[in-house]
């Protein structure tokens, strides 16, 4: 049974950066994509990026340029680098994992981890 463990969440101000960790045990993480979602009070899960098993990586909406996404397979670790914080990526922050190379579902979710950015 896969499980994922978040960490690195925090409270920061306005510009700075956040690197959150994932440790991932229990799978092949090798083998699978990895996705960092949030998800803001009042508002739905979004998905921030993913890095495929393969090591491509795509950050989504307003988070390119500011967010990098990567994957340390030899660690089972995925990271997420947010740099220019702004308030509104105030939200909780899950990885997640699915078999890489496939359309199906999410299927390992970790408990999250807030990131709070005041102004």
């Known amino acids: 049974q896969g499980r994922l463990v978040e960490s690195g969440g925090g409270l920061v101000q306005a510009g700075d950066s956040l690197r959150l960790s994932c440790a991932a045990s229990?799978?092949?993480?090798?083998?699978?994509?990895m996705g960092w979602f949030r998800q803001a009070p009042g508002k739905e899960r979004e998905l921030v990026g993913v890095?495929?098993?393969?090591?491509?990586?795509i950050v989504y909406a307003d988070s390119k340029g500011r967010f990098t996404i990567s994957r340390d397979n030899a660690e089972n670790t995925v990271y997420l680098q947010m740099n220019s914080l702004k308030p509104e990526d105030t939200a909780v922050y899950y990885c997640?994992?699915?078999?890489?190379?496939?359309?199906?579902?999410?299927?390992?979710w970790g408990q999250g981890t807030q990131v709070t950015v005041s102004s």
């Open positions: 890095v495929t098993w393969k090591g491509v990586s």
């Open positions: 229990g799978l092949t993480f090798g083998s699978y994509d």
């Open positions: 997640a994992a699915k078999p890489g190379g496939t359309t199906t579902r999410y299927m390992y």
